[in-house]
């Protein structure tokens, strides 16, 4: 029998990188509540936040295959989740003008029923541009940046990214070269 998969993620980036692959899949997102810690690499925070997430979901979906993750922007050791409100997201672009910023995101897949779990972390490397407040603002008024780590979107903003060292899907939310499903 073959096992439902749900992706346990609101995230229109992350459905659009899954639905790349051909999976059928259910969305539910997780209810799971965010904490960042600078004390903690970036990494490890991105799979215990990602690992939190989706064992919310597998737990309410037992027999379902559950993918998940989360990401998290870093710089100058500093970890960049979602943006409250506009006055955090301008102290982020502040922050991110001219300069590279790292890009970790986890994938999680867990199986409870299979006693099924895999976790990987991912980084990538995005350099931005020197951008000025009337770029900042002309961005952060469009609404978009509050649920995006780091308060931005790559496809939102290619006239301010200078490059990508590493994989984009990571820095969209999902490195999907990535996901290991249960074979059995």
Request: overall charge negative.
């Amino acid at each position: 029998m073959k096992s439902e998969v749900i992706l346990a993620s609101g995230s229109p980036r992350r459905k659009e990188l899954l639905q790349k692959l051909g999976l059928q899949f259910t969305v539910v997102p997780s209810q799971y509540d965010e904490q960042l810690d600078d004390s903690r690499s970036s990494e490890a925070v991105a799979i215990e936040l990602g690992l939190g997430k989706t064992m919310e979901v597998a737990q309410r979906f037992p027999e379902a295959i559950v993918i998940g993750g989360d990401t998290i922007v870093t710089i100058d050791g500093k970890q960049l989740g979602k943006a409250a409100n506009i006055d955090e997201a301008v102290a982020m672009w502040r922050l991110l003008a001219g300069r590279a910023n790292t890009v970790t995101t986890s994938v999680v897949v867990v199986c409870l029923a299979k006693k099924y779990e895999f976790v990987v972390a991912d980084n990538t490397l995005v350099y931005m541009k020197p951008f000025d407040e009337d770029a900042i603002m002309a961005y952060l008024q469009q609404g978009t940046y509050l649920d995006k780590a780091g308060a931005y979107a790559i496809q939102d903003v290619p006239h301010l990214i200078e490059r990508i060292e590493g994989d984009p899907e990571t820095v969209l939310g999902l490195p999907t070269r990535l996901i290991r499903l249960p074979t059995y």
